[in-house]
Nanobody, 124 residues
Framework: QVQLVESGGGLVQPGGSLGLSCAASGRIEKIYHMGWYRQAPGKQRELVAISHRTGELLYGDRSKGRFTISRDNTKNTVFLQMNSLEPEDTAVYYC??????????????????WGQGTQVTVSS
């Protein structure tokens, strides 16, 4: 079964840095995009950053210039380095991947998968 397993997150002071990683496990045919979204209490889920298989990187407006997404295709893993963190970055961060599973009986089309979420809290 395909799963996204996140690691990282935690408590950091304003101005600090934090790194997240997410590994896709299971039998995977091809990953088209991997990245991160976040959701703060009472707010809608928003894009943080996405890495496309083509090499294209897409950042949310609030991530640009402070966050960096990178990807290791050999390990089906995506990383997010977050710098200059602000209290407004406090949220649950979710890993996302659009991929075609190679599991028996799986859809032959691209399906969106989500991690369980990891809490990032920016506070002094």
């Amino acid at each position: 079964q395909v799963q996204l397993v996140e690691s990282g997150g935690g408590l950091v002071q304003p101005g600090g840095s934090l790194g997240l990683s997410c590994a896709a496990s299971g039998r995977i045919e091809k990953i088209y995009h991997m990245g991160w979204y976040r959701q703060a209490p009472g707010k809608q889920r928003e894009l943080v950053a996405i890495s496309h298989r083509t090499g294209e990187l897409l950042y949310g407006d609030r991530s640009k210039g402070r966050f960096t997404i990178s990807r290791d295709n050999t390990k089906n893993t995506v990383f997010l380095q977050m710098n200059s963190l602000e209290p407004e970055d406090t949220a649950v961060y979710y890993c996302n991947a659009g991929l075609v599973s190679a599991e028996e009986g799986a859809s032959p089309f691209v399906v969106e998968y989500w991690g369980q979420g990891t809490q990032v809290t920016v506070s002094s």
